[in-house]
């Protein structure tokens, strides 16, 4: 899993809808090579609800789980054979000319139903 984290504010609209494309763009080269499972940019920030149990309870709160400098903009889900090629990846993710890519190897459970 590629987490890809920046500064909301640090993207005129012009910029994101630039990164859109290139991303989109990407995700196709990506999907050709075998590498794409799936990617997605996130709403703002300011449109999250975050949800907690605490003692059985549930608890509803509007906006995100934790205030940052970088905030969870969106993600690209990739095939990759080892660490240093999921690496190259994230290095073409244009999100990460302005804040910061996460590499996460995803936990596979067998009972998951199918994607």
């Known amino acids: 899993m590629l987490l890809i984290y920046a500064d909301e504010q640090a993207w005129t609209e012009a910029e994101r809808e630039l990164c859109y494309g290139e991303s989109t763009e990407l995700a196709q080269k990506l999907k050709s090579a075998g590498h794409y499972v799936a990617a997605s940019p996130l709403q703002p920030v300011a ?10 309870k549930r608890l509803v709160t509007d906006g995100p789980f934790a205030e940052t400098r ?6 690209f889900m990739v095939e990759a054979a080892d660490l240093d090629e999921a690496i190259a990846i994230a290095g073409r993710i244009p999100g990460a000319r302005k804040g910061t890519v996460e590499v996460r190897p995803v936990i596979e459970l067998p009972d998951l139903p199918p994607a």
């Open 70 to 75: 970088e905030q969870l903009g969106g993600f």
């Open 47 to 56: 449109t999250a609800t975050s949800v907690r149990v605490r003692g059985g």
